[in-house]
């Protein structure tokens, strides 16, 4: 096979593998739109007024836009559409959850991966296994031994088993990270005197900075998101989280009209969006660090 030969055969190849590309970042476009209709639909429909949203054929721009909606959730004197007290209770059972999770997902990480003891792998086991276990199957121990603490209807009530639901994410994700680091490092602490818990937050926790990172994000998601566990543990109005108050919103304004349910569920994005857009190369880092050792 001649040099020219060779040239026109590599030519070839690199044509087809551009040709590849080129009809998989179409195929991921087309995906990608079909996949932000729904969500660009419940934005469309918030801002605009009454008697366009149900007008066929459907209006893709609103106009004139109007924020009556958005004012209407977050301003009604029903008991049913207090969407910004709901939204105050979800934050702060995201935050609450996000603490615990992180706090006790790392003490309970770090041993199961830097420390030999009995029992270890089994423990671990144990852990990894209960993620099989669905949510559903625990509710009821889960409610009678909310309800013998007198936590129903409280933060501490949503916040600590909301926490218990992603416990054993958090340490798996946080071991795996936990084993990449060199024991070089902690020997030379403890040359110096530095004891277990001081190795562990002056330099264990500093080099886990990315994968906490990425429990705290995932923390909050399934916080904010979580509609099951607030609806059976709350029982007062002005405690619900956000997806219940969401749900009661759709009750109370379902025979008038779709605007307020539009502007309650876009206002209920916001806050994941604006996480993923700030935080979403941490999520990928903290995985992808996670995954370096078995």
């Given at each position: 096979m001649g040099?020219?030969?060779?040239?026109?055969?590599?030519?070839?190849?690199?044509?087809?593998?551009?040709?590849?590309?080129?009809?998989l970042a179409a195929v991921m476009?087309?995906?990608?739109?079909?996949?932000?209709?729904p969500a660009v639909w419940v934005l469309v429909t918030?801002?605009?007024r009454p008697e366009n949203i149900i007008r066929m054929p459907p209006e893709w721009i609103p106009w004139p836009p109007t924020l009556a909606h958005y004012v209407e959730v977050l301003f009604s004197s029903s008991r049913t559409a207090r969407?910004?007290?709901a939204f105050l209770n979800s934050a702060v059972v995201s935050l609450g959850s996000v603490v615990v999770v992180v706090i006790t997902s790392a003490m309970a990480a770090y041993p199961l991966a830097r420390m030999q003891?009995?029992?270890?792998?089994?423990?671990?086991?144990?852990?990894?296994?209960?993620?099989?276990?669905?949510?559903?199957?625990?509710?009821?121990?889960?409610?009678?031994?909310?309800?013998r603490l007198g936590w129903l209807s409280t933060y501490q009530g949503m916040i600590v088993p909301e926490a218990a639901m992603t416990f054993a994410f958090g340490v798996f994700l946080l071991r795996q990270f936990f084993l990449t680091i060199p024991h070089e490092l902690e020997d030379a602490a403890r040359i110096d005197g530095a004891g277990t818990w001081r190795v562990f937050t002056r330099i264990v926790l500093p080099l886990s900075q990315p994968v906490l990172a990425a429990l705290a994000i995932f923390a909050f998601r399934s916080?904010?998101?979580?509609?099951?566990?607030?609806?059976?543990?709350?029982?007062?109005?002005?405690?619900?989280p956000l997806p219940v108050a969401l749900a009661l919103l759709r009750g109370a304004y379902?025979?008038?009209?779709?605007?307020?349910?539009?502007?309650?569920?876009?206002?209920?994005?916001?806050?994941?969006?604006?996480?993923?857009?700030?935080?979403?190369?941490?999520?990928?880092?903290?995985?992808?660090?996670s995954g370096l050792k078995g």
């Open positions: 040099p020219a030969m060779t040239v026109a055969a590599a030519g070839g190849l690199a044509g087809r593998a551009s040709t590849r590309r080129r009809v476009v087309a995906v990608a739109i079909l996949w932000l209709l918030s801002l605009k969407i910004g007290r003891f009995r029992g270890r792998n089994a423990i671990f086991a144990l852990l990894v296994g209960s993620l099989m276990i669905p949510n559903a199957v625990i509710l009821v121990p889960q409610y009678v031994l909310t309800q916080a904010w998101n979580d509609f099951l566990w607030p609806l059976i543990a709350v029982n007062k109005p002005d405690m619900f379902a025979s008038e009209s779709y605007g307020p349910i539009m502007a309650g569920a876009t206002l209920s994005a916001l806050p994941l969006l604006l996480v993923f857009v700030v935080a979403n190369r941490r999520i990928v880092e903290g995985v992808r660090v």
